[in-house]
């Protein structure tokens, strides 16, 4: 089985662009996580997806990021716009069913933002 | 407030040694517990976990060892070898009411050849 891919691998923004995350969730699997991660902050929440429904949006997040799951295996994350404190590790993760089920992580999108 | 703690950022064992990462939390709800590995450039992979039914659990050179009472919990890796350098996440969540996984922040082992 493929596991979670994630494209691209790195990204170089301008403050002010918009950036789109790719992300392949393992197939079969219910649930897909959008996370950041940062050495200050670690891991944090951005959104939730089961079975293709939101069921969290990122509480602080909500503003300028936005992520879509438009059909069961493909899910975005926009981040628009772009400021210099988004720079950080963007990592997706699914799992067949809820927070007590392995979380499947994909490599990261490493964005760096000018 | 931090609802997992993991005590130490970075811990440096020598290879052979017995390496021992801490984690406690806040939420009595808490009854599953996941432990993460990741290397550099990678994302995080599950490494064991263990549920609040009870109170150790071995794979191999890795053991959780799991105290309810105290709300808290530590990882063993028994004769740590230079390829267990990594960061080590403690998570934990809830079988009712939530859906998230809390992480920890984590903690950077070194382990010294």
């Known amino acids: 089985d493929a596991g979670v891919t994630q494209t691209p691998r790195h990204e170089v923004a301008e403050k002010g662009q918009t950036i789109i995350l790719k992300c392949e969730p393992v197939?079969?699997?219910?649930?897909l996580f959008w996370y950041r991660q940062t050495k200050i902050q670690g891991l944090e929440l951005l959104s939730y997806f089961r079975s293709k429904s939101l069921m969290e949006d990122g509480g602080a997040f909500k503003d300028r990021f936005k992520a879509e799951m438009l059909n069961s295996s493909f899910s975005t994350l926009k981040i628009q716009p772009t400021e210099p404190k988004d720079s950080a590790v963007y990592l997706c993760?699914?799992?067949?069913?809820?927070?007590?089920?392995?979380?499947?992580f994909g490599p990261g999108t490493r964005l760096l933002v000018l | 407030q931090q609802q997992v703690r993991q005590s130490s950022q970075s811990l440096t064992v020598w290879e052979g040694e017995t390496a021992i990462l801490n984690c406690s939390y806040e939420n009595s709800a808490f009854d599953y517990f996941p432990w993460y590995q990741q290397f550099p450039g990678e994302g995080p992979a599950l490494l064991i976990a263990i549920r609040s039914v009870s109170d150790k659990k071995e794979d191999g050179r890795f053991t959780i060892f799991f105290n309810k009472r105290e709300k808290n919990l530590s990882l063993h890796i028994k004769d740590s070898q230079p390829g267990d350098s990594a960061t080590y996440f403690c998570?934990?969540?809830?079988?009712?009411?939530?859906?998230?996984?809390?992480f920890g922040s984590g903690t950077q082992l070194t382990v010294m050849p």
């Open positions: 993760a699914s799992s067949r069913l809820g927070a007590q089920d392995t979380q499947y």
């Open positions: 998570a934990a969540s809830a079988s009712s009411g939530s859906w998230q996984l809390i």
């Open positions: 197939s079969g699997h219910n649930d």
